[in-house]
């Protein structure tokens, strides 16, 4: 079983910037395609970023330019950097895992959440003005 643990929420001004952290288990942490999401009340959960094994990246429509999704497969960790973050951006955020083989993540199957089989508890953001 992967274990997924995002840290690194809070609350911030609007304009200001957090970075979420995000741990998975396991020693194959560089096979695994790695995601970000989130939801707000009320709302539908949304794609924001994703990072495929080969370091391949897709963005959400909403935070292209302004968020940044790394990993550092010796720390078994992934970032998600958030610049210029908005009052729209207040959700809890949830990081996701899986195996990106034998059927690799590419496009925007990296934004859609069921493609993912290991999820954290999630970590909330809420940006103020």
């Known amino acids: 079983e992967v274990q997924v643990v995002e840290s690194g929420g809070g609350s911030v001004q609007v304009g200001g910037s957090l970075r979420l952290s995000c741990t998975a288990s396991?020693?194959?942490?560089?096979?695994?395609?790695l995601g970000w999401f989130r939801q707000a009340p009320g709302k539908e959960r949304e794609g924001v970023a994703g990072?495929?094994?080969?370091?391949?990246?897709e963005y959400g429509d909403s935070v292209k330019g302004r968020f940044a999704i790394s990993r550092d497969n010796a720390k078994n960790t992934v970032y998600l950097q958030m610049n210029n973050l908005q009052p729209g951006d207040t959700a809890v955020y949830y990081c996701?895992?899986?195996?990106?083989?034998?059927?690799?993540?590419?496009?925007?199957?990296?934004?859609?959440?069921?493609?993912?089989?290991?999820w954290g508890q999630g970590t909330q953001v809420t940006v103020s003005s």
């Open positions: 990072i495929d094994a080969r370091g391949g990246t």
């Open positions: 996701a895992a899986t195996f990106d083989f034998p059927r690799p993540l590419r496009g925007t199957r990296r934004l859609v959440g069921d493609e993912y089989s290991y």
């Open positions: 396991g020693y194959t942490f560089r096979s695994y395609a």
